[in-house]
């Protein structure tokens, strides 16, 4: 009986790399260094390990593009960690588009919102929902919480101290956008910027995080996370984490809304 239970234990404990350790879905994160943009992701990649193993998903992390020359299916999200559209290239954005369409889910963060040429690819800009003006310098204000029923505010408080660039955005060129975060303008000075550059904010609707369903995907977007030292911080952690998982799964959104 003894030598039948430890054959057992043995077979259990060599089947755990396959069996057990899979995760209830796959991320890929991609982080790109870009000129103002590089250092973040030293510190934001062993977040979003620890990340991993607290919520018990299964993440990849790409430096590059080279994912989007291969196959996207395996991955409930992507993250779109600083790396905005005009990163991919001819077949790449096709596979993006064409994983979206399937239901994948995506999440960008901060310099993803930005595309340069702008009108250059369209349809990512209507997948990031609003396209991006301009910044002042960064700054301490009021991060006021709209949709207190979306997973990413479910860790922070109403009224949130939060300092950052606070991207300033034109009008929306997607129907759909639902705001869950937004900055009060009369908290800093929307007008603080390099000599030779004009700021003037976007007044009493100036939202920072929303979400919406495009192209028979999910998207989140959070213009939040400058600063490499934010992901130390556990609220911008579940912030982060909040919006990836309805990214990745659809759920947590309160449905009696």
């Given amino acids: 009986m003894k030598r039948f239970l430890l054959l057992t234990l043995l077979c259990l404990a060599s089947l755990a790399p396959s069996a057990f350790a899979q995760g209830q ?9 870009n000129r103002y943009h590089h250092d973040y992701a030293v510190v934001a990649k062993p977040q979003f390990e620890r990340m991993a193993q607290m919520h018990g998903f299964d993440l990849a992390w790409s430096w590059n593009s080279t994912p989007f020359d291969g196959d996207l299916s395996p991955y409930a999200a992507i993250v779109l960690l600083n790396t905005p559209g005009d990163e991919l290239k001819g077949e790449q954005r096709a596979k993006l588009e064409a994983y979206v369409r399937t239901g994948g889910g995506v999440m960008a963060v901060h310099r993803a919102l930005i595309f340069n040429p702008p009108g250059d690819w369209p349809w990512f800009e209507r997948l990031i929902g609003r396209t991006f003006r301009i910044h002042p310098m960064v700054q301490t204000a009021t991060v006021r919480v ?5 997973p990413a505010t479910f860790g922070l408080p109403s009224r949130w101290v939060w300092t950052d660039e606070w ?6 060129v997607t129907r759909g956008l639902r705001t869950v975060l937004s900055v009060d303008e009369t908290s800093y000075d929307p007008t603080r910027i390099w000599p030779g550059q004009t700021a003037r904010g976007m007044g009493k609707d ?12 999910r998207v989140f977007v959070t213009a939040l996370g ?7 911080d556990p609220s911008y952690l579940a912030h982060l984490y909040g919006g990836l998982w309805w990214a990745a799964t659809g759920k947590g959104i309160d449905a009696s809304r």
Avoid: R
């Fill in 226 to 232: 400058h600063t490499p030292a934010l992901y130390d």
């Fill in 25 to 33: 879905f796959k991320v890929l994160v991609v982080a790109i260094p």
């Fill in 146 to 150: 709209e949709d207190p029923a979306f």
């Fill in 167 to 172: 991207y300033e955005f034109n009008a929306p």
């Fill in 206 to 217: 100036h939202p920072v995080a929303w979400y919406h369903t495009y192209d028979g995907g």
